[in-house]
């Protein structure tokens, strides 16, 4: 439809239907059902964004549009709809993130193609591991000790898990749709850039979640941060701005993550703000003192503190995910070699284990429960 100043009236009915989805169990299968209300929360910010916040056919364009769309006829601008909607991070978008995406790779439909499906058969190794290790370990069963009690070193396995199988299933379907999109002809190689940023590079808080995660709620969350700073008439560019809209981004992302009955993951992204700004006041201090130049050792020593700070603020989201049956249940995409290599390794490992427990005085494999 053409665009009308009475839009906003669409969205208090998308609310609603949200609020009805968010609190219903569709597929009672908790690795199913958080998954879809998290999608439900996302549309709903989008929905805000794009209908209430966004006149969104005289704002936005793609990157090679010249006019806006509302001058164009009725089928032109369903399918530049279809294409902001499906393209939540904007690439190939006049609001595309600068600098935050790797150089756009532009080889042939067919390399293209076989390219993804090897990342692919890497992703299913990667979560077919991760599977195999939440599926014979006593730490991530129900009932099972609360993560923020088991020891520092586990609380890092943890993290570190958790970040591989959510990247490995989050990429599965990115290449799978990059794989139908391209090959179908609807989309072009460039448009599918990695979902993942340089892990390497990590080396502040911000930086992860600027750059290295995902950034598919980058436009939701920037557009309500930038409304609400304008609202406060918080002077653009100004560190109460920045600071206005960095909180408004985490309590959103939270709000899209939490489950009916627990809020816990609101907590873990909430958290990120206090480390974000804690990041910001050092750098400014060191900056001040005439260190602007990072090094690798002040890379090698960012990295070691993200890695240490996502150790220590994960735990109550982990123990979120796992009281709520989540880690165990919903989709597997595991092709079973990683477990039946644990089921195969079982007598060495218990071996070898009975060895390094009388040396360090604890047993690295008490998380494994025995066949």
Request: charged residues 15%.
């Amino acid at each position: 439809m053409k665009p009308s100043p009475f839009r906003w009236a669409v969205w208090p009915l998308i609310a609603g239907l949200v609020y009805i989805l968010f609190f219903d169990n569709p597929t009672n299968d908790p690795g199913i059902d958080a998954p879809l209300r998290s999608i439900f929360l996302t549309q709903l910010f989008i929905a805000s964004d794009y209908i209430v916040l966004t006149d969104v056919q005289h704002e936005l364009r793609r990157s090679d549009q010249h006019e806006p769309i509302s001058k164009s006829s009725f089928w032109a601008r369903l399918h530049w709809a279809l294409c902001l909607f499906s393209n939540t991070r904007g690439v190939g978008w006049a609001h595309e993130p600068k600098g935050v995406f790797s150089i756009h790779p532009q080889p042939t439909r067919g390399r293209f193609i076989i390219s993804q499906f090897l990342r692919m058969g890497l992703y299913l190794v990667i979560l077919d591991i991760v599977h195999a290790i939440v599926a014979s370990s006593s730490i991530y069963a129900e009932n099972s000790i609360p993560t923020v009690s088991q020891p520092y070193y586990w609380q890092l396995f943890g993290a570190l898990l958790f970040a591989l199988g959510s990247s490995a299933s989050i990429n599965i379907a990115h290449t799978t749709l990059s794989i139908i999109s391209v090959g179908i002809g609807i989309s072009e190689p460039q448009r599918w850039p990695p979902f993942f940023g340089n892990w390497t590079e990590t080396c502040t808080v911000r930086a992860f979640w600027g750059r290295t995660w995902h950034q598919n709620m980058r436009r939701l969350v920037s557009s309500h941060g930038k409304h609400l700073a304008r609202f406060l008439n918080l002077p653009t560019g100004s560190k109460a701005s920045g600071f206005v809209q960095l909180c408004t981004a985490f309590v959103i992302t939270g709000i899209i993550h939490i489950h009916p009955s627990d809020i816990r993951p609101l907590y873990f992204f909430m958290a990120q703000i206090l480390a974000i700004t804690f990041e910001d006041a050092l750098i400014a201090a060191t900056a001040k003192a005439g260190y602007n130049s990072p090094t690798k050792l002040h890379k090698a020593l960012g990295l070691t503190w993200v890695v240490l700070w996502f150790t220590f603020s994960s735990p109550g989201y982990m123990d979120s995910m796992i009281d709520s049956g989540m880690l165990r249940a919903g989709p597997r995409y595991d092709v079973g070699i990683a477990s039946r290599a644990i089921d195969y390794s079982r007598p060495v490992v218990k071996y070898l284990d009975s060895l390094i427990s009388l040396w360090i005085g604890w047993s690295p494999a008490s998380i494994i429960q025995s066949g």
